[in-house]
């Protein structure tokens, strides 16, 4: 795949894991909090979102030569610096490798509060920065 193709892709993947939770929405945080399958099913597509807009960004910052991150929080920044996507996305963008590495390496018990929030209110500030990202791009 050339480029523009595996940015498409992971486009695509990110999109395709967004319309596996997005079916969880209407849940209340209750039912969320009693239901482990309903949690790892959003916590899991949550992480995968997460991966691959990493790897999306990386693609992006290696083929426009930008800065090279030290680590998956310097991104976001090198991004909003760049003009790629906005303040308020980098910000966001944080807040959701954060939540990553709280997936990934287990900090601890993981907040069900922070996954049932982002579940209810910010799957939309994911299609923000992909709008964001793919107007930069122009594709």
């Known amino acids: ?68 991150p030290e680590n998956f929080e310097d991104i976001p920044e090198i991004l909003a610096n760049e003009k790629v996507i906005s303040d308020d996305s980098s910000i966001f963008m944080k807040k959701m490798i954060d939540l990553r590495n709280a997936i990934v390496y287990e900090y601890a018990q993981l907040d069900l509060n922070v996954v049932y929030d982002i579940l209810k209110n910010d799957l939309n500030e994911i299609k923000k920065v992909l709008k964001e990202i793919v107007d930069y791009l122009k594709i």
Do not use: H, P, W
Not at 24 to 50: G, H, M, P, R
Not at 51 to 67: D, G, M, T, V, Y
């Open 1 to 68: 795949m050339n480029g523009r193709e595996v940015i498409i892709d992971k486009i695509s993947k990110i999109m395709f894991r967004m319309k596996r939770i997005e079916r969880f929405k209407s849940i209340t945080f209750e039912d969320f909090k009693d239901n482990s399958n309903i949690q790892d099913v959003v916590a899991y597509n949550l992480l995968l979102i997460v991966q691959n807009l990493i790897s999306l960004c990386n693609r992006i910052i290696a083929e426009k030569q930008f800065e090279v």
